[in-house]
């Protein structure tokens, strides 16, 4: 099950609860802001998350970690490149947004693959996808035929890549061998929009659109 949350502090963005329903454990992907509204939702649902899950390092999809993190004692994890991201308010974007922010001791993925301890048969897949930033990775959940795409799109195309270390043609790249992989019905969530299928991307001939 994928259940989003908009979450607001200088821009909004959209949190992600990936939740395995047989086990009601899941994880939290990006929570970028209103840490005690996401703390709310957890609770009225009696989720067990179980690892905090950042699809790249910028402020906005990072601002609710620490506060996560001691509430539900659990460990945060991102693309080892996010440090240069995490620890820098110029990279990351604070600086010019809402003033220096650094978020510590993020641990990276370790593998390609997340399980969850409560129930190993769920998983997520991680995709390197770079592009909008180095660090950029989406989360494939095939048992929801769903990916979690981060900023890698972007209002239905092209994410944005006039940002530290953004790389428009690493981000076609992305978008041409990762996420046009996957099947046309593949729901795709990205991080300040609604939701759409792989067809519905490609239908749109993004890579003409800049």
């Given at each position: 099950m994928?259940?989003?949350?908009?979450?607001?502090?200088?821009?909004?963005?959209?949190?992600?609860f990936?939740?395995?329903?047989?086990?009601?454990?899941?994880?939290?992907?990006?929570?970028?802001?209103?840490?005690?509204?996401?703390?709310?939702?957890?609770?009225?649902?009696?989720?067990?998350?179980?690892?905090i899950?950042?699809?790249?390092?910028?402020?906005d999809?990072?601002g609710?970690?620490?506060?996560?993190?001691?509430?539900?004692?659990?460990?945060?994890?991102?693309?080892?490149?996010?440090?240069?991201?995490?620890l820098?308010?110029?990279?990351?974007?604070?600086?010019?947004?809402?003033?220096?922010?650094?978020?510590?001791?993020?641990?990276?993925?370790?593998?390609?693959?997340?399980?969850?301890?409560n129930?190993?048969q769920?998983?997520l897949?991680?995709?390197?996808?770079?592009?909008h930033?180095?660090?950029?990775?989406?989360?494939?959940?095939?048992?929801?035929?769903?990916?979690?795409?981060g900023?890698?799109?972007?209002?239905?195309?092209?994410?944005?890549?006039?940002?530290?270390?953004?790389?428009?043609?690493?981000?076609?790249?992305?978008?041409?061998n990762?996420?046009?992989?996957?099947?046309?019905?593949?729901l795709?969530?990205?991080?300040?929009?609604?939701?759409?299928?792989v067809?519905?991307?490609?239908s749109?001939?993004?890579?003409?659109?800049?």
């Amino acid at each position: 099950m994928i259940q989003k949350i908009s979450v607001s502090d200088f821009f909004t963005v959209n949190t992600y609860f990936v939740i395995d329903e047989i086990s009601q454990s899941g994880f939290i992907i990006d929570p970028g802001a209103q840490g005690e509204l996401l703390l709310q939702v957890i609770e009225q649902q009696q989720w067990q998350i179980e690892k905090i899950l950042l699809t790249h390092g910028h402020f906005d999809h990072t601002g609710a970690v620490d506060f996560l993190r001691e509430k539900l004692g659990i460990n945060a994890y991102a693309d080892p490149k996010a440090q240069s991201y995490l620890l820098d308010p110029y990279f990351n974007l604070s600086r010019q947004c809402v003033g220096d922010r650094v978020v510590q001791n993020v641990l990276p993925f370790g593998s390609d693959r997340i399980l969850l301890k409560n129930n190993p048969q769920f998983y997520l897949d991680i995709r390197h996808t770079p592009g909008h930033s180095p660090d950029s990775v989406s989360f494939y959940a095939a048992r929801d035929k769903a990916l979690i795409a981060g900023d890698t799109i972007y209002q239905g195309g092209l994410g944005l890549t006039h940002f530290p270390g953004g790389d428009l043609l690493e981000l076609k790249k992305s978008i041409q061998n990762v996420i046009f992989s996957y099947g046309g019905s593949v729901l795709i969530y990205s991080g300040h929009s609604e939701p759409l299928t792989v067809a519905a991307l490609k239908s749109k001939n993004i890579f003409f659109a800049k």
